[in-house]
């Protein structure tokens, strides 16, 4: 069974540090397109960065761009969102997903969650003094 589990998120003050975690089982991670995502309360779904199979190649949005790190662990089967110098803005719940296929490694496809097949549970991170 093709799973994903998130760990991570919770309460930071704005300027704060805070790295989520999404753990791969049944499948090897390496393998797939990980993405994150996040859906703040009243909006739609947004992607916030990417990490290819096949070229590593990441992709991130321009709001967290210079702030969010994304990386892969093949060993821990492990894919990580670093995210700092957080903001009130990065409020939001936050969901890993795994894709397959050439499509989602392209630079205009990557932010499309249709494009995902797997979904992590959501971690909640809140950024408020």
């Known amino acids: 069974q093709l799973q994903l589990v998130q760990s991570g998120g919770g309460l930071v003050q704005p300027g704060g540090s805070l790295k989520l975690s999404c753990a791969a089982s049944g499948f090897t991670l390496s393998t797939y397109t990980m993405g994150w995502f996040r859906q703040a309360p009243g909006k739609e779904r947004e992607a916030v960065s990417s990490i290819t199979s096949v070229e590593n190649r990441t992709y991130y949005a321009d709001s967290v761009k210079g702030r969010f790190t994304i990386s892969r662990d093949t060993a821990e089967n492990t894919v990580y969102l670093q995210m700092n110098s957080l903001k009130p803005d990065d409020t939001a719940v936050y969901y890993c997903?795994?894709?397959?296929?050439?499509?989602?490694?392209?630079?205009?496809?990557?932010?499309?969650?249709?494009?995902?097949?797997?979904w992590g549970q959501g971690a909640k991170l809140t950024v408020s003094s």
């Open positions: 997903a795994a894709a397959t296929g050439p499509t989602v490694r392209r630079i205009n496809m990557w932010y499309r969650p249709h494009l995902y097949d797997y």
